[in-house]
Structures are given as C-alpha cells and as structure tokens.
C-alpha cells in the first residue's frame, strides 16, 4: 500500500543522503522524495512516497528514526491528510491543440504561465493521481516535456508535525 | 597576560592539540592507528602527549579491529586513527564489522585540506560517502570551532542506545588553525535521544506470560553484553529456573557450565537449544535479533505457535524479522533489573507458587532428553588431532578464565562450542559481519586492556593470513597473546559446504602453498611450535600458557583433521529442528 511519510530532520549537508542511502540499502521502494527548509532555518522538512506491507511501513518508519540526524517522523497515513504536487508540463499548442490545450487546462483548474509559438506551459498542482489523470487525458504526441515535484503532504486539521 | 601574537599561549590550541585533548577528556587509554600525510599534525601533537599510548599497528585495518576488541572486552570505547584515501579505506572492513556487531567506536580519519576537498587531490576519498552505510553516524568537520563539540558528539552517539561506530572526518588545513578549547560537558541533541527505560506495563504483561508458561526459553544475545546485563540475567533465568540459550554473540552473558544453559542455537547451535527454540511456548528474546544464521527459514519457524515476547534496546530490532507479541523497548539491563524487582516485589507471591512447575518439569524432561544425545561428541580415538579436542584443552589448560578471539569458519563455530565461556567480555568474535582475520588483532586490543590475563587468539591457516602483518605489532608492544591455530589446510568452512551442497567440489578451498608458521613466528621474534600428535596437545597448550612463556607471544601450528565438519548444522534454509548431526553421516 502506498504511504506517505513526513520527517523533520536537522538541515545539515549529508542528510538527505543518508535517507536516500538508508531505502538503497535496505531495498526500500521510493516513488518520490521532496526536501527543503522549514520557517525553522535548521530544519529540513521532507515527504517520502513509498510503498510496502504493514511491516515493511513499520520498519521503514523505525530506520528513519534511527538516524541521527532525524528529528520526528510521521505516517500521514495514520490519520486525515492533505498531499499536494506540482507539474510543469510543456504540450503542442499548434493547430487544433492550441484551443484543445487550453481547454484541457482549464477543466483541470491549471494554468497557462508561459506562451510560445508552438507550445504551452502547463502549471498543474493537485494529487498524484489528478496529475496522473491529467496527462492521461491529453494526447501523447502533445506532451513535449513534463516536470513533476513529487508529492509533499501535511496532516488535516490539529494533525501538525513541529518540535 | 596572554601574549596575543603567540597564538600557542593560554586556551589557544591548533585543531590537532584540540583532537588530543578531546581523547584525553574522554579519559581514553589507547589509540590504535597508523600515520599519513593527512593526519602529521595529529600525529605531531601526538608525539608530545602523555595522556594516551598510541599502538602502531600494520594496516589500518588492524587497527580499527584492535580497538574494537578493546571495546568489547572493556566495554569502553574503542579509538583509531588513521589518515585520509587509502588508510580511511583500509579502515573501513573494520568499522563494518563493528558495526554489524554493534560496537562503540570512535574512527578519527584525516581529510585532505577543506579547500582541496572534491579536487581529487591526492589520497582523497569520501570517507563520510564511502562509511555511511556502515557507521551508527559520521561527521566531516567544517570548521575547527565544531572540533571539540563533535568529537564529543561522537563519543556519546557511540556509546550510547545501540552502540556503534562513529566516524570523524577531519580535513588537515583545521588541524593546523588555532582556536581555543573548551570540552562541553553534556551533549543535547534533539534528534538523539535513546530509550533507555522499558515500558512497566509491557514488563508486568511480559511477566505474567512468562508465570503462565508451560515451555518457556530465555533466548539472549549480544545485548546482554553490550548493555552490561548478565548479572541481572542470572539473577532473572536462577529465579524462574528456566533454560536459556545464548547466541554466538551473547556466549559468556549466562554462565555456559550451568544446569539451566542448554548452549548456543541457531546454525551450529546444539540439538537441546534449537529444539527447545522450536518447541517452546513462550520464548523471551532479550538483546538479540532473531538473525538468519541464528532461526533458520522463518517460515518453518513460525509452523509452531509460541508467543515472543522481545526485549532490546533498538526498536528496529523488533518485529524486523519475526513478529513479536510482546515489545519492550529498553536498555536490557534496566528492563532486567525491573524484572527482578517486581519478582520480589509485587510479583513474588504469583512466582513463589509456581503456577506451572508440574508443566516446567516435564519441558526440563524432554529438554534433558535431547541433551543426552550429546550432540557435540567426536571421535576421541582419532590418531589425527581433532579440532574440538584442542577447544576441551584449551579450556581445561585456561580453567576456563582465558579472553579468546577467534577469526571466521569452522575454528569460530568450534571455539563457541566446545570453550564454555562463564563469563561476559571474554569472547571476542566477528559474529555479524564475519570477518576473517579479526582474531590476530582482536587478541592485541584485548591484550593491552588487560595486560595479565590469558588471551588466546583461536584462528585457522586461512584467517591467520589476513592480518598476518599485525606479528610484528605484538612483538613492538610485548604482547603475549597465544595463536591457537587449527590448521587443517583448507578454507575449512568453505570445504564443508562444498562437501554438503556442492558434490565434494573443493574449489579453491584448498590451502596450497602454506608458510612454515614455526620459522615465520620466529622470524617475527615469537615462539612457534608444531603439533601434530593429540598426544603433545595438551603438553604444548601447557608450555604456551605455562610461566616460562608467560611473556611471549607463541604460535601454535596444530595439524588437525582434514575432513572434520561442524556438527549439528542446520542447513541454509532448512528450520532449527532439521538439524544434521554428526552420527547420521
């Protein structure tokens, strides 16, 4: 089953790697990873999207404690959570694609940020699987390029993650 | 008045005086190392300290497995020092291992000069790359204002929860600058904080199930060791008059010639332990790890139902292999020593009625039933000399009270079975990692942290080879460790799994071309001596230990069987009760 891990952890250079060197390593999937600094210049903020069995979660969960530099680790999954992505996506806009790609944007609440003579850029946020539908819906040879952020997640409500 | 143009007077220190001094506070006693171009300054502050010995080894790799034996016998943590590119990749099987064992390490390595970092520059390697892996944490320093913190840093993260390696990266140009030293007293890390003390209600849970028991198993590992637990597990196993079994790693944490101790399990583990592991109904597994070499095929495991319940003080360690029914996350002696209070606390009437003694005895029964089959006997009217008769006189000469080392094979699994370790911190292996030639450097770290005890270094032809350069580091420090060599001219565990599993296919197993070990003891300025009769293997074992050579190194070359195997054996990927056992070949 897909999850979706939260982790503070100290923003020190070597971080991310050994996160990203812990899931090789132990043969952990990972579909996507996003990391920045928080308010807090100190520490970094990162969503890992993953997947595995219950045990497989539980024990992902642990080694991510288990480092060092890691401050607090939460399973969204645990509870009501918000995830949000980000893709940029360059598509034809010539002939008939020109008026059907704006179309297309506008039905999926994206935006138009950047105009060519041949093309569109296409901002889009939303879930994985929006985004996902989003490409789906468009017709393969449009698609010229696309850029996706992977996914970053925050707990509804009281649900927060802070030291 | 400080002179403010001598930046050598008053607080002020270079980064180098700043590394000695940090050793020094840490009230460290050696430092096992080897120098290099990226670590002279170190070297240089070194030369006029007094506070700590420093131990020239012969490859670095020896050095960080002596100061891991150091950490293992003392319990303290163990220092090496070696310089950047290839001494920090020499070091590295060393800190693997002692990681995989869990080990408290601090690994200082020299960088090259911060500026010339990532240039390629010679002997640069990415050491905190390269050891990340494999270290509990590592640092690089950046700036020589951090120096004293992280080094402090890197003592605590080592010693303390699950110990393990740490390794400091420090780049040369900041052991040059200058900056005043201060030794901060505590560290505070919001992102470290073991758990030391184990949940009461999952104890008093653990407790009741373990009253109600009708086939109980203590089943301990190396975490009685590590966490100083064994005095409170002996209190604990007498108190239920369970039986109880150590793993490779946790030998020595329940006396090993008591009633109630049925021997190792797992891989060559005894008949009496492995079945009871099977059988039991309520197995209790404190600092150990439910490892492949130690349950077999999990999956035969779980074919019987019993309730688990686990104590350790990594909560990883938990519910990573087998599921438990009972976790308690603690320091294993703190969780113990709570054991033993509510036993004679709230608990002590429930336990003084033995609810279920009738049923104990009856598992006591069949327990002594498959001890009776005597799992470990060998032939003793061989002609030629059996490994496990050296192991027996080994023990007999010692009483019992010797440190032994060992390297990694058949010689390892013989040493664990037939030495019976009473006490914890005298045996010395590579259990996780399994690396050969730990032995040869595990016997010196061992040796200078306890000078007048008995250290016997149990190793085979092969292993020995490995770090066989470390002979001249004994005879420079006078160490008068006793190389117990079964030499039966093969990579013995290896033939044996050629034998089983590979149609007697002996590739490349077979030790062609061995040195003469007598001349190459003495051309290293030991005692060197050939046994080839069971006969001379007790006079020899006498004459090593005996006082005439109390001082000396001596190497003990002993022929043994060629064609001996390590019995029982549970076959990779076959279940604890599937044993093969010496008679059914």
Redesign the interface.
């Known amino acids: 089953m897909k999850h979706i891990i939260s982790l503070l952890?100290?923003n020190e250079?070597?971080a991310l790697?050994?996160v990203a060197?812990l899931f090789s390593?132990r043969a952990y999937n990972i579909e996507s990873l996003t990391v920045a600094p928080t308010e807090d210049p100190t520490l970094s903020r990162m969503t890992i999207v993953t997947s595995g069995s219950d045990?497989v979660i539980?024990?992902i969960i642990?080694?991510l404690?288990?480092l060092?530099?890691?401050?607090k680790v939460l399973d969204l999954n645990d509870g009501r959570y918000i995830e949000r992505e980000l893709m940029l996506v360059k598509v034809k806009a010539t002939g008939p694609f020109r008026e059907e790609m704006k179309r297309m944007c506008d039905i999926f609440r994206g935006r138009i940020i950047d105009v060519a003579d041949g093309s569109y850029t296409i901002e889009l946020t939303g879930t994985g699987s929006k985004l996902d539908a989003f490409l789906e819906a468009l017709d393969k040879t449009a698609i010229l390029e696309t850029v996706r952020t992977g996914a970053s997640g925050i707990g509804r409500g009281d649900r927060i993650l802070k030291? | 008045m400080e002179d403010p143009s001598n930046p050598t007077t008053g607080n002020q220190c270079t980064g180098a005086e700043i590394v000695i001094r940090c050793l020094q506070e840490e009230n460290v006693k050696f430092v096992f190392g080897y120098p290099g171009g990226a670590v002279l300054n170190i070297y240089d502050a070194i030369f006029n300290q007094t506070h700590f010995k420093h131990v020239l080894v012969r490859h670095e790799q020896a050095a960080v497995h002596a100061a891991d034996a150091y950490a293992r016998a003392t319990g303290e943590v163990g220092v090496a020092l070696v310089t950047s590119g290839p001494g920090a990749t020499n070091a590295v099987t060393g800190i693997a291992t002692a990681y995989m064992d869990s080990i408290p390490l601090v690994v200082l390595s020299g960088q090259v000069p911060a500026p010339s970092i990532g240039m390629d520059a010679f002997q640069e390697v990415d050491m905190?790359?390269i050891t990340?892996?494999c270290v509990?944490?590592n640092f690089?320093v950046k700036d020589i204002k951090d120096l004293a913190a992280t080094i402090k840093k890197a003592f605590y993260?080592a010693g303390t929860g699950r110990p393990g390696p740490v390794v400091v990266d420090i780049p040369k140009d900041i052991t040059a600058q200058f900056h005043a030293f201060s030794y901060p007293e505590t560290v505070e890390?919001?992102?470290?904080n073991p758990i030391l003390k184990g949940h009461s209600g999952q104890i008093k849970k653990a407790l009741r199930l373990m009253l109600d028991a009708k086939r109980p198993m203590l089943y301990t590992g190396g975490g009685i060791i590590l966490g100083d637990a064994s005095e409170q597990l002996v209190k604990l196993t007498r108190r239920l008059g369970f039986p109880i079994t150590n793993t490779l790693m946790g030998l020595g944490g329940y006396p090993a010639t008591d009633r109630q101790f049925v021997g190792m399990l797992g891989m060559h583990g005894t008949l009496e332990a492995n079945m009871a592991m099977q059988d039991c109904d309520v197995l209790i597994a404190i600092g150990a790890r439910f490892d492949d070499r130690v349950i077999g095929n999990p999956d035969h495991f779980f074919s019987k139902s019993r309730t688990i319940i686990h104590i350790d003080v990594?909560?990883?360690s938990?519910?990573?292999r087998v599921?438990v029914d009972v976790p308690i996350v603690g320091h294993v002696q703190s969780v113990l020593g709570e054991m033993n209070d509510l036993l004679d606390g709230e608990f002590k009437a429930a336990a003084d009625k033995k609810p279920e003694e009738a049923a104990i005895q009856a598992w006591w029964t069949q327990i002594e039933a498959w001890r009776s089959k005597k799992c470990l006997s060998y032939d003793r009217n061989s002609d030629i000399i059996k490994p496990q008769y050296v192991l027996e006189k080994l023990w007999e000469v010692t009483k019992g009270d010797a440190f032994i080392t060992s390297d990694v094979g058949q010689h390892q699994m013989w040493a664990a079975q037939y030495y019976k370790f009473d006490k914890p911190r005298r045996w010395i292996n590579s259990g996780g990692l399994g690396t050969m030639g730990v032995g040869l450097p595990y016997a010196m770290g061992v040796q200078l942290a306890y000078p007048d005890a008995q250290v016997a270094c149990v190793t085979g032809e092969a292993s020995i080879q490995m770090c066989i350069q470390e002979l001249s580091t004994c005879k420079q420090f006078h160490l008068p460790v006793k190389v117990v060599t079964l030499n039966n001219r093969y990579m013995g565990m290896v033939r044996q799994w050629q034998e089983f599993f590979y149609g007697n296919r002996y590739s490349e197993s077979y030790m062609d071309a061995l040195p003469d070990f007598v001349k190459l003891a003495e051309a290293y300025g030991h005692v060197g001596m050939r046994i080839e009769k069971p006969s001379d293997v007790e006079p020899a074992l006498k004459e090593a230990f005996g006082p005439k050579l109390k001082e000396r190194m001596v190497f003990m070359d002993f022929l043994t069987d060629q064609k001996e195997n390590v019995f029982p054996m549970v076959p990779n990927g076959k279940g604890l009760s599937e044993m093969i056992l010496a008679e059914e070949l």
Not at chain 1, 68 to 71: E, I, L, S
Not at chain 2, 189 to 192: E, I, L
């Open positions: 952890m100290e250079a070597g790697s050994r060197g390593a045990e539980e024990q642990k080694q404690n288990k060092v530099d890691v401050v030291i | 905190v790359g990340r892996p509990k944490h690089l993260i890390m919001r992102s470290y990594d909560p990883s938990i519910s990573k599921k």
